[in-house]
């Protein structure tokens, strides 16, 4: 064995046992029990609260909304998805209010012409050109945007 590696292997013996005791201090409680991924972190999710609370529940009170919406181009989207988070209004009967995005920059988010966007995808306007001069709920009904209730 060359002289310098003889020096230098209680060094490397060093560096091996400072990275175990600092991987020891490390690795977060449950991690590896069941995979490469702390399992903790499962339940942590599990119990944050929750806020949505899908469209099944909101039929219960809003059938009309509801089949509006599938009847038309805006069934594959939530009802919260423009109302916002809807389980406190939905448990407490309607007494919480939500939102209600009547902005054109509100149906912009997702329609306004953006040349990174494939058209097939998601129908796109110029928000500066298209019917500027009202709202988009003035003539698209936000439930049934072909149902044009003014031209
Ligand atoms: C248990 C019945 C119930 C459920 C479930 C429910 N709502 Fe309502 N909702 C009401 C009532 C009652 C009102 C009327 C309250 C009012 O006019 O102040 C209302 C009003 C609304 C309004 C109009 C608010 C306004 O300011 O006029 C919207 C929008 C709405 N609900 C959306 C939803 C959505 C989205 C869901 C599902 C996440 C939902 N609701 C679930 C009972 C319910
Ligand atoms: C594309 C966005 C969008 C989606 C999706 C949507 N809404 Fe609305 N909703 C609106 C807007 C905007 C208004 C306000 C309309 C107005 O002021 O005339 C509204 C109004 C309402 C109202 C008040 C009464 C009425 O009909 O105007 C209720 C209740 C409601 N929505 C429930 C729902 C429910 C339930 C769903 C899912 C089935 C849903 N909405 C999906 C945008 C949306
Ligand atoms: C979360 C995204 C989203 C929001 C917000 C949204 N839309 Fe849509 N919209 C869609 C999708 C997805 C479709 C179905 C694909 C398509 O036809 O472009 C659609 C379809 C439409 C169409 C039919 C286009 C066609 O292809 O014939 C109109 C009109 C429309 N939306 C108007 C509105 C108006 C008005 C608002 C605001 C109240 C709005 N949208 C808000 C996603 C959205
Ligand atoms: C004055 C009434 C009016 C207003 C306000 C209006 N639209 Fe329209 N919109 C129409 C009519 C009519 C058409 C069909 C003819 C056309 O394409 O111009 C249409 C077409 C569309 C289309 C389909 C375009 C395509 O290429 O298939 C989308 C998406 C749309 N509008 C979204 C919106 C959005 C978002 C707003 C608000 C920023 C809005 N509209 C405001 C009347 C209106």
């Given at each position: 064995?060359?002289?310098?590696?003889k020096?230098?292997?209680?060094?490397?013996?060093?560096?091996?046992?400072?990275?175990?005791?600092?991987?020891?201090?490390?690795?977060?409680?449950?991690?590896?029990?069941?995979?490469?991924?702390?399992?903790?972190?499962?339940?942590?999710?599990?119990?944050?609260?929750?806020?949505?609370?899908?469209?099944?529940?909101?039929a219960?009170?809003?059938?009309?909304?509801?089949e509006?919406?599938?009847?038309?181009?805006?069934?594959?989207?939530?009802?919260?998805?423009?109302?916002?988070?809807?389980?406190?209004?939905?448990?407490?009967?309607?007494?919480?209010?939500?939102?209600?995005?009547?902005?054109?920059?509100?149906?912009?988010?997702?329609?306004?012409?953006?040349?990174?966007?494939?058209?097939?995808?998601v129908?796109?306007?110029?928000?500066?050109?298209?019917?500027?001069?009202?709202?988009?709920?003035?003539?698209?009904?936000?439930?049934?945007?072909?149902?044009?209730?003014?031209?």
């Open positions: 064995m060359p002289p310098q590696l020096r230098l292997l209680p060094l490397f013996a060093v560096f091996v046992i400072l990275f175990l005791v600092v991987r020891y201090f490390l690795v977060p409680e449950s991690f590896g029990e069941h995979g490469h991924y702390r399992f903790n972190s499962v339940e942590d999710n599990a119990n944050q609260e929750l806020h949505y609370a899908g469209k099944e529940l909101c219960d009170c809003h059938e009309d909304q509801v509006n919406l599938e009847s038309d181009l805006h069934a594959s989207l939530s009802c919260e998805t423009c109302h916002g988070p809807g389980l406190a209004h939905s448990t407490l009967e309607g007494s919480v209010t939500l939102l209600m995005p009547d902005e054109r920059e509100f149906c912009g988010l997702c329609h306004s012409f953006n040349p990174t966007r494939k058209k097939k995808m129908a796109q306007v110029d928000l500066n050109d298209h019917n500027i001069e009202k709202k988009c709920i003035e003539c698209h009904n936000p439930h049934m945007p072909w149902e044009l209730t003014e031209e």
